[in-house]
């Protein structure tokens, strides 16, 4: 009985660790990709799918295409600066003034971005352009909780 226990125990065990290299392994890959696209590929990318969704006009299409463009190159370079801020995370830990900062210009760029695209928008769009953010953001904090509860 003890000996089928202890098999039936490094299974579990086993197929654990696997399950935890897999989903590391699909983040690395993730981060990967998203090094790999130009800034303008991303904005592109991004432009389409919110053609498909909110069916946008040609005008509508290029004033998105600047702002996503624009939004993509502060992402790369944020990306860039987070990579070397980690690089160094190891000899010093991030203040939480600078914690602050960082969430305050987040903050400040979303609330930008949802202004120029009321601006962009007509009423119809923007409801589901917000409709679709919120589900974006909702979706974001499940598999960060997720994460964070390991399951």
Same mark, same amino acid.
């Given at each position: 009985?003890?000996?089928?226990?202890?098999?039936?125990?490094?299974?579990?065990?086993?197929?654990?660790?696997?399950?935890?290299?897999?989903?590391?392994?699909?983040?690395?890959?993730?981060?990967?990709?998203?090094?790999?696209?130009?800034?303008?590929?991303?904005?592109?990318?991004?432009?389409?799918?919110?053609?498909?969704?909110?069916?946008?006009?040609?005008?509508?299409?290029?004033?998105?295409?600047?702002?996503?463009?624009?939004?993509?190159? $502060?992402?790369? @370079?944020?990306? %860039? !600066?987070? /990579?070397?801020?980690?690089? +160094? &995370?190891?000899?010093? =830990?991030?203040?939480?003034?600078?914690?602050?900062?960082?969430?305050?210009?987040?903050?400040?760029?979303?609330?930008?971005?949802?202004?120029?695209?009321?601006?962009?928008?007509?009423? $119809?769009?923007? @409801?589901?352009? %917000? !409709?679709? /953010?919120?589900?974006?953001? +909702? &979706?974001?904090?499940? =598999?960060?909780?997720?994460?964070?509860?390991?399951?």
């Amino acid at each position: 009985m003890k000996k089928i226990f202890l098999i039936a125990l490094a299974l579990v065990t086993i197929q654990m660790s696997a399950q935890d290299k897999k989903q590391m392994h699909k983040k690395g890959e993730r981060t990967e990709k998203m090094q790999s696209y130009t800034p303008e590929e991303m904005a592109e990318l991004q432009t389409k799918k919110l053609t498909l969704d909110l069916d946008l006009t040609e005008v509508q299409q290029k004033q998105v295409m600047a702002l996503n463009l624009e939004g993509a190159k $502060e992402r790369k @370079a944020m990306m %860039e !600066k987070r /990579q070397e801020l980690q690089k +160094e &995370k190891e000899a010093k =830990s991030v203040s939480k003034d600078n914690k602050l900062k960082m969430k305050n210009d987040k903050l400040d760029k979303q609330i930008a971005m949802k202004a120029k695209m009321k601006e962009i928008l007509n009423d $119809e769009q923007y @409801a589901k352009w %917000e !409709k679709l /953010q919120k589900e974006r953001m +909702e &979706k974001g904090r499940n =598999s960060r909780k997720q994460k964070k509860h390991g399951k």
